[in-house]
């Protein structure tokens, strides 16, 4: 995408539902995302009803974390 902070960017269909999409997106930190809100596209894109946010998360990569520390049986 090439905003600042934004580390993945993704869309996905539905495979039940070809009309279905989600756009994952990750964010190196929430100053990050509430910049990307603050974007005249990402406003546009909101207004005009093209996308809608269902929800938001805090996550963490498991498979990073077992990558740096090992699994930890």
Known sequence: M????????DVLQDLDNGRRFTIWECWQSPKDLA???????TKAALARGMTRVMSQAKLTSVNSAIARNGPQI
């Open 2 to 9: 090439g905003e600042r902070g934004c580390v993945v960017f």
């Open 35 to 41: 910049t990307h809100f603050e974007y005249p596209h």
